[in-house]
């Protein structure tokens, strides 16, 4: 049953149309050329005219012309196809994760509030579930924002609200804000600010961008490794580094990172959680800033360097 399935997978039938058609032509054209003389000398016993050197070369023109655009034809079906095959792929590994990205917040959350109610616990251990409750809750609402956001087709849809925002500040509170992430998986910090420039951004989005690329980090990350930050002036942009010790990327995927429900997909990662929404949508808030949001990496192993690029043009004097 596996072969007959394998043998008529969609894949096997376009590469067999394609064969098929290619022999038939093969064919075609050699029938015609051998049975050009007899034909030539059948047309000149009934009308000289009939079949000149022109004509013989169209017809030949024709066939072949006909022929390659019905294998154009089934190869652009093909590839649709094969486009519809990957996306519906991609929603239904995007329909599990989030699945499972919500029932795990929400089953900590369960088990510490029950824990709260039938048992007696200490202060410090009360306020050390409230605060795992808060990092769950935390959790739930970015991947609601990210979910939220990625359902937008435009990207200029995105209702922005522009202000002032010192970024070395911004960039601080943000870093502070994963203390607790931070000290669970043993990540040493490095934060470093050249200079702190007040720009024009939307700071909600701008934290959901810096969120995604600090949660990646310490998820992507072995235990024990070091997460660099780098804030400075680059030609004609401010540039945020994030720089990794982490799994880091092969070249194919790094083509590919800032695709919609995208997810690398190897021994390393295949565990981790992930919706595969956090950079694509990253990617579109930095462009809706005139900004870019760039990747690099050594390769698998190397940990990898995300950049996010902000145009000096969006500073604001004060």
């Known amino acids: 049953m596996s072969r007959l399935r394998t043998l008529f997978h969609p894949i096997m039938v376009f590469i067999g149309v394609q064969i098929a058609w290619i022999v038939l032509m093969a064919v075609w054209i050699n029938w015609y050329l051998e049975n050009n003389l007899a034909i030539k000398e059948f047309a000149q016993k009934i009308r000289p ?5 022109e004509i013989q070369w169209l017809i030949l023109f024709e066939g072949c012309f006909l022929m390659l655009l019905i294998l154009a034809g089934v190869y652009v079906i093909f590839v649709y196809w094969n486009k519809q095959s990957r996306l519906n792929q991609m929603q239904s590994n995007f329909v599990a994760s989030v699945s499972h ?9 369960q088990l510490y509030l029950e824990t709260l109610k039938y048992q007696d616990v200490t202060r410090e251990e009360e306020k050390d579930f409230v605060e795992t409750m808060l990092y769950d809750t935390q959790r739930l609402s970015g991947l609601i924002d ?19 925002v010192d970024l070395g500040s911004f960039l601080r509170e943000v870093v502070k804000g994963y203390k607790r992430q931070f000290e669970e998986k043993n990540c040493r910090v490095k934060l470093e600010i050249e200079a702190s420039p007040t720009l024009n951004l939307d700071q909600r989005a701008l934290s959901m961008v810096f969120n995604n690329l ?30 990794d010790q982490g799994f880091g990327f092969d070249k194919k995927d790094l083509k590919k990172i800032f695709r919609k429900f995208y997810r690398v997909q190897n021994e390393d990662t295949q565990n981790i ?35 996010v690029r902000l145009p000096l043009s969006c500073e604001v004097e004060v």
């Open 49 to 53: 005219d009939l079949f000149t050197a």
């Open 101 to 109: 990205e919500l029932k795990s917040p929400l089953a900590s959350i």
């Open 214 to 243: 600090i949660s990646n980090a310490i998820r992507y990350s072995p235990r024990g490794s070091t997460l660099s930050i780098y804030l400075h002036k680059n030609g004609k942009y401010w540039e945020v580094n994030f720089e």
């Open 273 to 307: 959680e992930g919706a595969g929404l956090g950079l694509f949508i990253s990617s579109e808030i930095i462009k809706y800033h005139k900004g870019q949001l760039k990747v690099s990496s050594l390769g698998r192993g190397k940990g990898s360097v995300f950049s």
């Open 146 to 164: 990210n979910i939220l956001q990625s359902s937008k087709a435009d990207p200029k849809s995105m209702a922005m609200q522009f202000q002032p």
